[in-house]
């Protein structure tokens, strides 16, 4: 008889989850995970008492009445909406691109009138196509939403992100960009969202209490070899390309560099997030943590906030790998990984990393609830 009947490597929101759902049906778990901490990108530090999240703003949402359920029953959360705002060069935008985007960016009032504007732009761009299709992202956008979105709250911010030229970048990555002929600053636009009181880590300990858990445990160092004579099943949250040694070489991955400073004032932007869309600035984000659970009088009730700047920035070795680069080519070779996977006996691979595919919170927690176990 082994001594757990799953050894499961990540204790982010997917390891975390089975291995809740897992101990619910009788199982025994052991959850390992390489990080000082539980929890996965969703940990938050406490600096100053305010939650920072240290890999990443993370905002929950989800028009699953299941999930949410599920995630209240570990904690309540709050009522925070995400409404981001832009700044371009010190003028400041509503997003997502709404009424009231388009009455900063023309001075319109109606939805007739904005509907007009970036009609007339829409045609422009699409003339100059002269009836071929768009080929790179930057026509894309042009034909979607017309030039003034695209120059000021597009272009600059997309090729801070990726690196690259938005003429050089596929028109695929924008299949859509929605326009809300409404005056609503909502970036979602699911039933619920929020953000858990007291924190995620109220959560990733709900989920994972009673479970017996080791951290900074690294499963290539301490488990690829014995980890089949102490559990019966290995549920794999890490990365596929690294489980499989490389084999067919490496994927790539975008990271993110956050730079985070205390400050010595209670509201330094008025918002969780603003965006910095032009190059002005290195960084495309600046986050503001307090304001995802301050309201209020709260905010200043609490002398100090806490910033966040992103820098995205091609993973290198040593980094943590945030986004997939989801192109023909690592695609192509995902799928070879992936081939390999399906033939390990008694291993599950899942999650953003074990996938290599990227999920919001929500759907990763709905894919492990509907999981056989
Ligand atoms: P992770 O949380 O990455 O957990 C994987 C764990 O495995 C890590 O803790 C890692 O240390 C561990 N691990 C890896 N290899 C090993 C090893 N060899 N040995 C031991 N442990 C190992 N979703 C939203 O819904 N809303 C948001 O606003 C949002 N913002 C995001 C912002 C960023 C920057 C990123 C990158 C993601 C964001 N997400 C957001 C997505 C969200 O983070 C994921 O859905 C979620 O983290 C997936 O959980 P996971 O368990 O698959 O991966």
């Not at 080929?135 to 017309?146: D, P």
Request: hydrophobic fraction near 35%; glycine fraction near 6%; charged fraction near 25%.
């Amino acid at each position: 008889m082994k001594k757990f009947d799953y050894l499961i490597v990540g204790s982010g929101l997917f390891g975390a989850t089975f291995a809740y759902r897992a101990t619910k049906s009788g199982k025994k778990c052991l959850v390992i995970d390489k990080r000082p901490q539980l929890g996965g990108n969703v940990y938050c530090e406490k600096i100053e008492g305010i939650n920072v999240h240290k890999y990443g703003a993370h905002i929950f949402h989800t028009s699953n009445k299941y999930v949410w359920d599920f995630v209240n029953s570990f904690v309540e959360f709050n009522r925070y909406t995400n409404s981001p705002i832009a700044n371009y060069k010190g003028k400041l935008y509503n997003l997502p691109f709404n009424m009231n985007t388009f009455y900063q960016m023309w001075g319109v009032t109606t939805p007739a009138e904005a509907k007009a504007k970036i009609e007339e732009q829409k045609a422009e761009a699409l003339a100059a196509l002269n009836g071929r299709e768009p080929t790179n992202l930057e026509e894309q956008a042009l034909v979607l939403v017309g030039k003034d979105i695209f120059e000021k709250l597009i272009k600059e911010y997309t090729e801070k992100q990726w690196g690259r030229d938005c003429k050089n970048l596929p028109a695929f990555i924008i299949n859509r960009l929605p326009v809300r002929m409404a005056f609503d600053n909502n970036y979602f636009n699911d039933k619920y969202q929020g953000i858990p009181i007291g924190g995620y880590n109220k959560l990733i300990e709900g989920l994972l209490e009673g479970v017996d858990c080791k951290m900074e445990t690294d499963f290539f160092k301490e488990y690829k070899d014995s980890w089949r004579n102490d559990a019966e099943k290995l549920v794999y949250s890490g990365a596929i390309d690294e489980y499989f040694d490389y084999k067919y070489g490496k994927l790539d991955w975008r990271s993110v560099y956050f730079k985070t400073n205390i400050l010595d004032c209670s509201n330094y932007q008025g918002n969780a997030v603003v965006n910095y869309t032009s190059r002005d600035y290195s960084y495309t984000r600046i986050i503001e943590h307090k304001h995802f659970e301050m309201f209020g009088s709260a905010v200043y009730d609490c002398p100090k906030t806490v910033v966040s700047e992103e820098y995205p920035v091609e993973y290198k070795e040593g980094m943590e790998p945030y986004y997939p680069v989801n192109n023909e080519k690592n695609n192509a070779l995902a799928d070879k990984y992936r081939l390999l996977a399906l033939q390990e006996k008694n291993v599950i691979f899942g999650g953003r990393l074990g996938l290599y595919q990227y999920f919001d919170m929500a759907p990763i927690i709905e894919y492990v609830l509907n999981m056989k176990m």
